[in-house]
């Protein structure tokens, strides 16, 4: 087996197999990922702060892939510790407080049977990115305050970047609504946001990622898809590396993945998988097939800017409101971005002309009310594709 000590030139991704959540192998294949790395030692010394990041989108059931797997936060939690760190865990959810989605996605139980600190992401703090995509964002000032952050995504579609992983997992760092806030910012711009996402971990910089790719998400993810046996773990201490593997394992092209395209269009390290060198597993062996896609939402801005604006229903996707699995709960309304969700006459409106195609309200959605629906001129490329 290949270590890092005995790789100079590479990121690191290590990669290691894991048909299920049993809480004994769980410990041993998270041990058996790290050791190629040079073991959890490698990343937390006695008397460190440890933050562990997972997903907590959504208070939803642990088997709807929607966050990352509770015996993941166990099994990372024991190693930290045996390594002599103080663990806590936090993130801030898209819906509902963290309290109540770590109690229902069953994290919170792991919090309490370890006895580990919970940290709800409560205080923003003002950072100043070296990049261009904005001059300051305010994240999470537990974050900041942890001597190491270790970042735990659950590998899933994501309808407006194509997936969520190392890197998407931590715009966790933005608080409440200053979310889809950035996503106003943004606007429909996928190329703008997708550069605040990547500044924004590359500020961070999580020591270590591990990602929960044992059950994924494919489909209409990061919250309506459907669950897909992956049966895989990933780790490695650069996130956009460990995202350059998790897109190969699953089949998908960097381009379908817009941070993952952006990074390599700027050059940055570990974007390209001929940079990264994986140690413990085999890629060959571990790819899967059949992995369904986020479907495709524009079109990557082959056409001019003020054709697109001019073409825009039929060249892009929108989010589509499924009436009678609407319970009119509000959530989509109060979580747009563009306020462009209204409820009027007992049913869910969309003003598409106003709408910025971010798809908040289809992450969001509790009931997995809304759908994606692609305009004519994208579902007539995409066939010519095909």
């Known amino acids: 087996m290949k270590k890092v000590s005995d790789l100079k030139d590479h990121c690191h991704v290590s990669l290691q197999s894991l048909a299920d959540y049993a809480p004994d192998q769980t410990l041993a294949a998270v041990e058996q990922l790290l050791e190629p790395l040079g073991g959890m030692s490698r990343f937390v010394s006695p008397g460190q702060k440890v933050l562990l990041k997972p997903n907590l989108l959504a208070g939803k059931p642990a088997q709807k892939a929607v966050t990352t797997h509770p015996e993941i936060v166990r099994a990372v939690a024991i190693l930290a510790r045996k390594a002599g760190g103080i663990v806590s865990v936090g993130d801030s959810p898209g819906i509902g407080s963290a309290a109540s989605v770590a109690r229902k996605c069953g994290i919170m139980a792991i919090v309490k049977e370890l006895g580990l600190h919970f940290s709800p992401f409560e205080t923003s703090v003002k950072i100043h990115p070296q990049g261009r995509a904005f001059q300051k964002l305010e994240v999470a000032g537990e974050l900041l305050e942890a001597d190491v952050v270790i970042n735990l995504p659950k590998l899933k579609t994501h309808q407006m970047m194509g997936l969520t992983c190392a890197v998407k997992n931590m715009f966790g760092a933005m608080i ?26 590359e500020q961070l910089k999580p020591a270590l990622t591990i990602v929960d790719a044992v059950v994924g998400m494919e489909g209409d993810g990061p919250g309506s898809g459907d669950p897909v046996q992956i049966g895989v773990l990933l780790a490695g201490d650069t996130p956009l590396a460990v995202d350059a593997v998790a897109v190969e394992l699953v089949g998908l092209q960097p ?18 998988l001929k940079d990264v060198e994986i140690v413990g597993g085999s890629l060959t062996e571990l790819r899967i097939t059949g992995f369904k896609a986020a479907k495709n939402t524009d079109i990557n801005g082959r056409m001019p800017a003020f054709m697109q604006r001019l073409l825009k229903q039929a060249l892009t996707a929108r989010p589509a409101p499924n009436h009678q699995l609407c319970t009119r709960c509000g959530i989509c309304v109060s979580h747009c971005p563009p306020e462009a969700m209204a409820i009027k006459e007992q049913l869910l409106r969309i003003n598409y002309k106003t709408c910025i195609r971010c798809f908040c309200c289809q992450e969001l959605c509790p009931q997995g009310a809304l759908s994606t629906r692609q305009g004519s001129l994208l579902k007539l490329a995409q066939l010519i594709k095909r």
């Open 176 to 201: 409440g609504l200053r979310k889809p806030r950035l996503h106003l910012q943004a606007g429909s711009d996928k190329t703008l946001f997708a550069l605040m996402l990547l500044e924004l971990c």
């Open 255 to 272: 381009g379908q993945v817009w941070t993952q395209k952006l990074a390599l269009e700027t050059g940055r390290r570990g974007a390209a």
